[in-house]
């Protein structure tokens, strides 16, 4: 069974930094890939930045502040927060899917894909 559990998540001040991580386990397949998604109040949950073994992908709207990297876990490091990061933070693994488009196809369209394991989410408060 696919399991993910993001860590990290908390209350900040505006300009501050945060680095989520999130750890997959039980994965059969080694094509996959793996998505940082968040949902704020009232909206809908958007990906943020999306990658496999051939990609990384950001979305417009935070490429210029936020980086992953990985390790034994995947991190997403966010520089300086504003209001509008408050959300909850959730990855996501989309099993089957590969290459160097899957990357803006998950972010972008993650409802198109199964199977997409997620984690439970870990809260990110950005206080002015």
């Known amino acids: 069974e696919v399991q993910l559990a993001e860590s990290g998540g908390g209350s900040v001040q505006a300009g501050e930094s945060l680095r989520l991580s999130c750890t997959v386990s039980?994965?059969?397949?080694?094509?996959?890939?793996v998505g940082w998604f968040r949902q704020a109040p009232g909206k809908e949950r958007e990906g943020v930045s999306c990658?496999?073994?051939e990609v990384t992908y950001y979305s417009d709207d935070v490429k210029d502040r936020f980086a992953v990297s990985r390790s034994s876990a995947y991190h997403l490091n966010i520089s300086s927060l504003k209001p509008d990061d408050t959300a909850m933070y959730y990855c996501?693994?989309?099993?089957?899917?590969?290459?160097?488009?899957?990357?803006?196809?998950?972010?972008?369209?993650?409802?198109?894909?199964?199977?997409?394991?997620w984690g439970q989410g870990v809260p990110v408060t950005v206080s002015s």
């Open positions: 996501a693994v989309a099993v089957g899917i590969g290459g160097n488009e899957a990357g803006r196809l998950l972010c972008s369209n993650y409802r198109f894909f199964t199977p997409v394991y």
């Open positions: 039980g994965l059969t397949s080694d094509v996959y890939t």
């Open positions: 990658l496999n073994d």
